[in-house]
T-cell receptor, first 112, second 114 residues
Framework: GNSVTQMEGPVTLSEEAFLTINCTYT??????LFWYVQYPGEGLQLLLK?????DKGSNKGFEATYRKETTSFHLEKGSVQVSDSAVYFC???????????FGKGTKLSVKP | DVKVTQSSRYLVKRTGEKVFLECVQD?????MFWYRQDPGLGLRLIYF???????EKGDIPEGYSVSREKKERFSLILESASTNQTSMYLC?????????????FGEGSRLTVL
């Protein structure tokens, strides 16, 4: 079945460092791919999405490109801030009703 | 501001008790979901509903049931709580169709079963 694999955390970076969080997927066909973020004490919120191969999703300085050749959707940001400290989840569509299959999450801590 | 509201942020229950977790959304969304979130396991789908009175099992439905009597409300029921159901429970909703996968989440309900 469909699945998502994320790099394990936690990831600790200094402010203004470059961020990459790896995500690879296994799926039948080419499902839409998503990154969600969970800030401390809050529910998840959609960060960005891509619906087809070679699409680039972007939001708040974060980017991810849908790569079907490598079945990957890595999250990147050029310069992280302390406020980016959160748990990041990669996900793909699991069914026609929009339910998502999530990776296990990667915790990011950014130090000043 | 669109919202998914979960009735309780924190609950402590005893083994064997019946537990109700309530979720209400104000966006007129067709689809609603219950996930549980556990460290190292990520989010796992318990049940979802795509219409009033309709429900589908997710990946881990055992020990849970759901109710959707009104479009805006989706309840998760633990008939007889057990300690392995101690977890964070997240409710979400989405319009579906072209917005499939764009879920709006509540803040979560942290349940401890003693």
């Amino acid at each position: 079945g469909n699945s998502v694999t994320q790099m394990e955390g936690p990831v600790t970076l200094s402010e203004e460092a470059f961020l990459t969080i790896n995500c690879t997927y296994t799926a039948t066909g080419y499902p839409s791919l998503f990154w969600y973020v969970q800030y401390p004490g809050e529910g998840l919120q959609l960060l960005l999405k891509a619906t087809k191969a070679d699409d680039k999703g972007s939001n708040k300085g974060f980017e991810a490109t849908y790569r079907k050749e490598t079945t990957s959707f890595h999250l990147e940001k050029g310069s992280v801030q302390v406020s980016d400290s959160a748990v990041y989840f990669c996900a793909l569509i699991g069914g026609s009703q929009g339910n998502l299959i999530f990776g296990k999450g990667t915790k990011l801590s950014v130090k000043p | 501001d669109v919202k998914v509201t979960q009735s309780s942020r924190y609950l402590v229950k005893r083994t064997g008790e019946k537990v109700f977790l309530e979720c209400v959304q104000d966006m007129d969304h067709e689809n609603m979901f219950w996930y549980r979130q556990d460290p190292g396991l990520g989010l796992r789908l318990i049940y979802f509903s795509y219409d009033v009175k309709m429900k589908e099992k997710g990946d881990i439905p055992e020990g849970y049931s759901v109710s959707r009597e009104k479009k805006e409300r989706f309840s998760l029921i633990l008939e007889s709580a057990s300690t392995n159901q101690t977890s964070m429970y997240l409710c979400a909703s989405t319009r579906g169709g072209g917005r499939a996968g764009e879920l709006f989440f509540g803040e979560g309900s942290r349940l401890t079963v003693l």
